[in-house]
């Protein structure tokens, strides 16, 4: 065995070692449950830090990036969902429910007639890469005030018609959850154009969310229902999306 | 206590106790940092990736780019990695603040850490002395050489600061009320890459620092960083440069 060899073994060793309790703790839930006061702390401290307000940055058009990653669901590629692809979404509604004094059922024309805002912004994937995109769309706080939230209402659902998964409890079905403060901030909107033409089927075809303080997950695509709830214990498996579902944060500022 | 030798109290709890706590989360924040950068390992200059020609590229053949015993946890999962790092990061700030208060706040930062004028004009001849291995003995071993005091302030108060903006730059929500920290580093893409090269610096002072420790008697120095206690020798030892 040569020197290198050797090293290489005994950092192994001392790596499996250390590694070998960090997996154990990783795998106890009492332990996760700890850890998850970092997201807490996180989740408070921005809150406080960022108020209701203060807006992402936006870039010029020149910042725009060229391809822009897909990732996710890149077509839902039902029977349905194709169908609305064939009429160019002619037919698409997007529902608005839950806990509101008006249910509203709207066509893509009637959303584009809607207060709108333009935006050209970063997108950071959770992975860690970052696009930046020119993004058009409804504001949220006027679907929400159209719709009238009940005083009840503490976050909106986001229902997609993608499943990204076939687990055997049925909870594949993408979905995502924010909180009315996010839900108003003024560059929140539910987009329809991206880079000036309408949104494509890579990247949610005909309505995906942008929320611009936090990371791609949180921004749901082919959105076909917002539903007003005071809790996310009914949705999924509880944990307010489905990324959260499977141990990411549902705070995602950072 | 041997003939010929005094211990002397050199590291007052509050030092000893934040050491501790910094070695205990940098290995864990390196390791998870890894298992993130795993979920997308191709580091980028600027605002956005540009994915044809990114930087650095890590990834090679089909297995995640860092293997699993370097990454916390072993096996892939990005979302339990997130958590680790960002509980350890929490860790490591509020250990940071508190001990960077305390250094202001018991002078210890000007009397322990700052170097004299006579150790900045013997910086020459204590770089010759170092490259030789000569470390300082007897009452002279009772500070900190220039070196010493040096790379240490460059870590307190370079790295490990940068290590924390650069992360904190990477963040969307901070971005909303720091849009600053997007200029100073030249980008969100940018502040990724010098987070994982800062990460390297570190790793680079550890690697040096073991070989200080080994090199000027590794008892006594972890007697002195788990007690306080620091044994040298009574009488003058060799000359050393002030």
Known sequence: MNRRNWIQRVLAAAGSLSLGACDRLAESPRVNSALDVGESWTHRVQRVLLGRSALAPEYSEKDITGAFKPNGTTNPNTTEYNAHVASRFADWQLVVDGLVARPLQLSLDELRQMPSRTQITRHDCVEGWSCIAKWKGVRLSALAQRAGLLKSARFLAFHCADTLEQPPDGNGRYYETIDLIDAMHPQTILAYDMNGSPVDVRHGAPLRLRLERQLGYKMAKYVTRIEAVDSLAHLGRGKGGFWEDRGYQWYAGI | ?242
Request: charged share 15%; with cysteine.
């Open chain 2, 1 to 242: 206590m041997k003939h010929g030798r005094i211990a002397f109290y050199r590291h007052p709890w509050p030092v000893r106790i934040a050491h501790w706590i910094t070695v205990l989360c940098l290995p864990v924040l390196l390791m998870s940092g890894l298992q993130i950068l795993n979920a997308h390992p191709w580091l980028y200059w600027g605002q956005a990736s540009d994915f044809d020609a990114p930087f650095i590229s890590f990834a090679s053949g089909p297995g995640p780019a860092f293997p699993s015993w370097i990454t916390v946890p072993s096996w892939r999962d990005l979302a339990t990695g997130r958590q680790w790092h960002f509980f350890f990061a929490w860790i490591f700030v509020l250990n940071g603040l508190a001990y960077g208060l305390y250094l202001l706040l018991s002078g210890r930062l000007r009397r322990v850490l700052a170097p004299t004028s006579g150790q900045l004009r013997n910086f020459r001849t204590s770089i010759v002395e170092h490259l030789k291995f000569h470390f300082p003995h007897g009452e002279a071993a009772r500070r900190y050489n220039v070196l010493q005091k040096l790379s240490y302030l460059i870590v307190l108060f370079g790295l490990l600061p940068l290590m924390v903006l650069t992360g904190l730059t990477m963040s969307p929500g901070l971005n909303s009320r720091l849009p600053f920290l997007l200029e100073v580093f030249g980008g969100r893409q940018s502040a990724r890459t010098l987070h994982f090269l800062t990460a390297c610096a570190l790793i680079l002072f550890f690697v040096i620092h073991m070989i200080a420790v080994v090199a000027a008697g590794p008892l006594n120095e972890l007697r002195s960083i788990v007690t306080g206690w620091f044994v040298i020798d009574k009488e003058e030892g060799r000359r050393e440069p002030p």
